[in-house]
């Protein structure tokens, strides 16, 4: 069963960072593009950052050059950097594979942003 446990959420001032993980049982991710996505209520998910099978990368433009998603296939990990964070960050993220024709989602972690 495809499983994923995130962390690393929060409550952060403007300017400042976080580093979202979340760790995935049930599959190996390095076979599978990888997705994060951010919600915030009354709005749909959307995605912000994804990554290949092959490790390329592609970002909404509200986050281009301050987010990072990389991924560890040894710790079967994906991370989401998130860097010179703002007040319209403040969401929860969710990470996300679909597995088999299936999607999956992380239980979500709340990033604040404020000061």
């Known amino acids: 069963q495809v499983q994923f446990v995130e962390s690393g959420g929060g409550l952060v001032q403007p300017g400042g960072s976080l580093r979202l993980s979340c760790g995935a049982s049930g599959f190996a991710l390095s076979d599978y593009p990888l997705s994060w996505y951010h919600q915030v209520p009354g709005k749909e998910r959307e995605r912000v950052a994804r990554?290949?099978?092959?490790?390329?990368?592609t970002y909404v433009d509200s986050v281009k050059g301050r987010f990072t998603i990389s991924r560890d296939n040894s710790k079967n990990t994906v991370y989401l950097q998130m860097n010179s964070l703002k007040p319209e960050d403040t969401a929860k993220y969710y990470c996300?594979?679909?597995?088999?024709?299936?999607?999956?989602w992380g239980q979500g972690t709340q990033v604040t942003v404020s000061s």
């Open positions: 996300h594979v679909r597995w088999q024709g299936n999607d999956y």
């Open positions: 990554i290949s099978s092959r490790g390329s990368t």
